[in-house]
């Protein structure tokens, strides 16, 4: 499976705006879209929780009051209060109040599948648009402030949808009704009525659009605060080892203090100033229903007392609109105020896209060739690399040696598509890799980082990551040819051992034994080892290496090496030094030329393995 910029349900067809407001609000819409979105997806249960709400209000609610009324009215005229009277009534009440809670249990019902299937869609969705992402992106982003925002934007569509169903159906909507019965008595109940609910929402709007500022700040800030604890407990180790707990204890309390002052400020902002002005005029509203009431019930030729029981139950229940209207809001904007900050993450397309129309892959060797490459460091002007060739034969094994900073792990990095030229262009097996999926260009490709990958899982499904279907036998044999079955038998559960939150449980050199494992079982064109044996001691280093020679034997090789010792029996030896190729040749031909990498080996030679 191919992977592309981002899901087009979660993805902005839009440039990326370059103001901070603009990308804010580019977010929201793009959060309350994929909502929406996801509603449409279900339209027969979301029509249903959206509609059935509304009913059970109009029974629950404003048909009962007529009934009441008609008995007061019938009372008050002089009727006795009969069986024959009071009884239809009251089963009338006892009838709607029981339809009501139908009604109710109907909306759950549907309220709940909506909730479930649009969070598990939005949970797939957003965590396919993270995947899609390039390198950079994770390079500037907390794991833990990331986790936070996908979570978020998938677990806050339930509120979003709760607030629609429970706050704006079952109390907007059920207007109408209202609207029509207090029509029938007198026009002025309906105009005053809505009049206050349209005033307040005048009055109350623009606070509203105000306070959006304090919670931007506040969701900001609560990021912060989770990326730091993610960040803090990640390297633990470190933390430990530099005895920090007092300072990173510190910062976190200082980042919580930092947050409890912007969510105080938001909530001080509705209470003191929103709600200053909304609850008033709930008031005055509700005692100007009861005048109206007064004056409409006894007038000559009135609808009576009845409809003093109508119009000032219509009123009190209309009226609380006015009160938890902030609240709607509230409940709104910060579902999708939290949405949008995943959202917003959408807005940057990734550098590393597929073509729209990629060559299907061919296997026709696995030469690689680096033609006139172009290549600039994001956040750097000047070019690392600057029309630069290089050529790797079909089985060839080439080390990459040379001082830091010289475009060694840049080259891998190009190859696997982590990050993308700025000019030339990059070719596997006569292919233009930019032309391929990436899925396509990969998986041709294994790799053997400095800094080993491990997941959270068992030790066997750790080094068959690369290729899921391995057959357990499989998976010994390259732990075997990996000298990982000399640790494995000390291990609680062997190969069915959980190796911890990125291998905490293994030792350094083991987790770099399990990747070369994993490059092995991989069985790929094209091997990149990027310091691959870094991490080993030098008896374990020298098993590796007859294992690494097995394992590259006919397959196109590009080593990178600090320690040339790991890789002077490579067929050629490639110098870089500031991105360009200052000496290549075999190990030998190399030190008798007696150039810098000469230096380097005299340097090294006393340290480290011997030739």
Request: hydrophobic content about 50%; some cysteine.
């Amino acid at each position: 499976m191919s992977v592309t910029a981002a899901p087009s349900a979660v993805s902005s067809s839009l440039h990326p705006p370059d103001d901070a407001g603009e990308r804010r609000r580019a977010a929201f819409r793009l959060a309350v879209r994929t909502y929406l979105r996801e509603l449409a997806a279900q339209r027969m249960l979301a029509v249903a929780a959206l509609v059935l709400p509304a009913l059970a209000t109009v029974v629950l609610l404003y048909l009962p009051p007529l009934v009441v009324a008609d008995l007061v009215g019938r009372l008050a005229a002089g009727e006795p209060a009969s069986p024959e009277l009071v009884g239809p009534a009251v089963l009338a009440f006892l009838g709607l109040l029981l339809a009501g809670e139908a009604l109710w249990r109907a909306t759950i019902h549907c309220l709940n599948r909506v909730d479930a299937n649009g969070i598990e869609s939005l949970y797939v969705q957003g965590v396919d648009a993270l995947l899609a992402k390039d390198s950079a992106f994770f390079h500037e982003n907390f794991a833990g402030s990331l986790t936070k925002r996908v979570l978020s934007f998938a677990s806050q569509f339930e509120g979003f949808v709760d607030t629609l169903v429970f706050q704006v159906s079952a109390q907007i909507l059920p207007l109408g009704f209202a609207a029509v019965v207090l029509w029938q008595y007198d026009p002025l109940l309906v105009l005053v009525l809505l009049g206050s609910l349209v005033l307040g929402a005048v009055l109350v709007v623009p606070l509203i659009r105000r306070r959006q500022a304090l919670v931007d700040a506040r969701e900001a800030a609560w990021a912060r605060v989770s990326g730091h604890v993610s960040d803090t407990l990640t390297n633990m180790d470190a933390v430990r080892a530099h005895a920090s707990e007092v300072r990173e204890g510190v910062e976190h309390r200082r980042r919580v203090a930092h947050n409890r002052l912007l969510a105080l400020r938001s909530w001080d902002y509705s209470n003191l100033r929103i709600d200053m002005i909304v609850a008033p005029l709930s008031v005055l509203a509700n005692t100007a229903g009861l005048v109206l009431a007064l004056g409409v019930a006894t007038r000559a030729g009135g609808p009576g007392v009845g409809a003093l029981v109508v119009v000032f139950s219509y009123y009190v229940t209309a009226t609380r609109i006015l009160f938890e209207f902030n609240q709607t809001y509230r409940s709104l904007e910060r579902s999708t105020t939290e949405a949008a900050q995943f959202a917003e993450l959408l807005l940057d397309t990734p550098t590393v896209l597929d073509p729209d129309r990629p060559e299907p892959l061919e296997r026709r060797g696995a030469a690689v060739r680096f033609e006139g490459v172009t290549f600039v460091h994001s956040g750097r002007t000047e070019p690392l690399f600057d029309r630069f060739d290089l050529a790797v034969g079909d089985g060839e094994r080439v080390g990459l040696v040379g001082r830091s900073g010289g475009g060694k792990t840049t080259i891998v990095r190009l190859l696997l598509r982590l990050m993308d030229v700025q000019g030339g262009r990059i070719l596997l097996g006569g292919q233009d890799i930019t032309r391929l999926t990436q899925a396509d260009l990969r998986s041709r490709i294994a790799y053997v980082p400095q800094d080993p990958v491990m997941f959270h899982r068992t030790l066997a499904e750790n080094i068959a990551f690369g290729r899921p279907g391995a057959t357990p036998e499989q998976v010994r044999a390259a732990a075997a040819d990996a000298h990982v079955l000399e640790f494995v038998e000390d291990l609680p559960d062997g190969f069915a051992t959980l190796v911890g939150e990125r291998g905490v449980k293994l030792s350094g050199g083991q987790r770099q034994r399990v990747a070369i494992a994993r490059a092995m079982l991989r069985d790929a064109d094209l091997v990149l080892l990027d310091e691959a044996t870094s991490a080993l001691d030098s008896e374990s280093e020298g098993l590796i290496q007859d294992a690494l020679r097995r394992t590259v034997q006919g397959r196109t090789t590009i080593a990178v090496a600090h320690r040339l010792s790991t890789v002077a029996g490579m067929d050629r030896l490639v110098v870089l030094d500031r991105g360009r190729v200052t000496e290549q040749g075999t190990h030998a031909e190399l030190l008798a030329r007696g150039g810098g990498y000469a230096a380097l080996w005299a340097r090294q030679s006393g340290g480290f393995l011997a030739e």
